[in-house]
Structures are given as structure tokens and as C-alpha cells.
């Protein structure tokens, strides 16, 4: 079975650039978080969408920051501009829209801005 | 002071060695609880699940939940050097049925020496 996919694994850019994280979810799968995971602060969640629609960006850190999910199978999470502070690693997840369903996460895109 | 406190380590053990690994929390809301496992480079991936207090017990991991203490525990028996990694503990809410906002520890790092 295909896991959560994503892409880049890897980006290096300049500060100002803007900067495109893409998720694919598992297959049947409602609902999609997007994490940031620094050695400061640890994994914390960004947003999430059920069927598509997000449901809490609280965890957004700026309006720089924007996610959409424009079908059951991609979603992209976009910063512009870019600052260096903005380097982390993001993780995508997915899982049903049921309570009692676990979260399965990609393997993250591991994102350096210079 | 953060909803959800984990021991960083680094934790470094002999194989064959019991480890365990803790979280406290603050939040009485939270009822789920969940313990990650993250490989360098890797997305966390979701070892053991449960939300009464108790033990319970998947191969050589046991989870064990002390909610009237807000304390959680994973055990690891025989370990072994493919356990390094860093765990996670992760918790949430009772949820009205969509999929649940999860809060992480910030890890701690284990590695098991042959």
C-alpha cells in the first residue's frame, strides 16, 4: 500500500523565495494535517482539513503561510516570502475522518531557506 | 509550561536491556493516547494506541496509562539495536467524531548498543 507521499524530500532556497510543500494522503483517507518539526519546539500542527475543507489553522504562523487542499488527493502547503527561521522539516498525515483512527505521516520535506 | 512534558535524553541502553520511556500532562481533557516511533529521516510512525487506563501489550512494547497521576509510560523488553530512534508520545481529546488534533511530546532519543 502506498503510504503518504511527499514532495520535495529536500529544498534549499533563498530567503524571499516562494516555497511549495506537496502531500498526497493514503488513498480513502478525509482527513490531512500538516506538521512543522524543529529541534526547538518539537512537532506541532499547522492545519488540518477534513474532506477538504480546513477545519483549524491556528497553528499557522503567519499569513506568509498558506494551505490549500484542492482535491481528496493533493494538498500543498506554501510560504511566501520565505524567511530563514522557516526551516524545519514538514510533515504531511492522513487519516479518516473517524475519531478512533490514527494518523499516518509521510516522510517529510526537509526544508533549508539561506 | 507545555501541555505535554517528555524527557528529551539522550537514553542510551545495552541490547537486552528494559526501557522506559515517559510523559506527563497537564490537559484532563485529553483521553487518547498514542507513543510514535521516528527513524532519522522518517516520518513518525504510530507503535501503540489506547485510551484506558492501564497496561497494554504489543510484542516487547507495553503501554501503560496512569491518568489519575496524568502519566504515561512505554516499556520496551529485550531491546535491541533496530529500536534506536527517537519516541514520541502523542495524546488527544475525546473527539465528536472527526479526526483528532493530536498534542506531541518533544521526544526522546534512544539509542540501544550491541
Known amino acids: 500500500d502506498a503510504g503518504v507521499i511527499q514532495s520535495p524530500r529536500h529544498e534549499v532556497t533563498e530567503m524571499g523565495q516562494e516555497v511549495t510543500l506537496r502531500c498526497k494522503p493514503i488513498?480513502?483517507?478525509?482527513?490531512l494535517f500538516w506538521y512543522r518539526q524543529t529541534m526547538m519546539r518539537g512537532l506541532e500542527l499547522l492545519i488540518y482539513?477534513?474532506?477538504?475543507?480546513?477545519?483549524?489553522d491556528s497553528g499557522m504562523p503567519e499569513d506568509r503561510f498558506s494551505a490549500k487542499m484542492p482535491n481528496a488527493s493533493f494538498s500543498t502547503l506554501k510560504i511566501q516570502p520565505s524567511e530563514p527561521r522557516d526551516s524545519a522539516v514538514y510533515f504531511c498525515?492522513?487519516?479518516?475522518?473517524?475519531?478512533?483512527?490514527?494518523?499516518?505521516f509521510g516522510d517529510g520535506t526537509r526544508l533549508s531557506i539561506l | 509550561q507545555k501541555e505535554v512534558e517528555q524527557d528529551p535524553g539522550p537514553l542510551s541502553v545495552p541490547e537486552g536491556a528494559i526501557v522506559s520511556l515517559n510523559c506527563t500532562y497537564s490537559?484532563?481533557?485529553?483521553?487518547?493516547f498514542m507513543w510514535y516511533r521516528q527513524y532519522s529521516r522518517k516520518g513518525p510512525e504510530l507503535l501503540m494506541y489506547t485510551y484506558s487506563s492501564g497496561n497494554k501489550e504489543d510484542g516487547r512494547f507495553t503501554a501503560q496509562v496512569d491518568k489519575s497521576s496524568k502519566y504515561i509510560s512505554l516499556f520496551i523488553r529485550d531491546s535491541q539495536p533496530s529500536d534506536s530512534a527517537t519516541y514520541l508520545c502523542?495524546?488527544?481529546?475525546?473527539?465528536?467524531?472527526?479526526?483528532?488534533?493530536?498534542?506531541f511530546g518533544s521526544g526522546t532519543q534512544l539509542t540501544v548498543l550491541p
Open positions: 498525515a492522513s487519516s479518516t475522518q473517524y475519531s478512533n483512527q490514527p494518523q499516518h
Open positions: 502523542a495524546m488527544s481529546p475525546i473527539s465528536s467524531g472527526s479526526a483528532r488534533q493530536l498534542t
Open positions: 488513498s480513502g483517507h478525509n482527513s
Open positions: 490537559n484532563s481533557a485529553f483521553q487518547y
Open positions: 482539513f477534513n474532506n477538504n475543507v480546513p477545519i483549524d
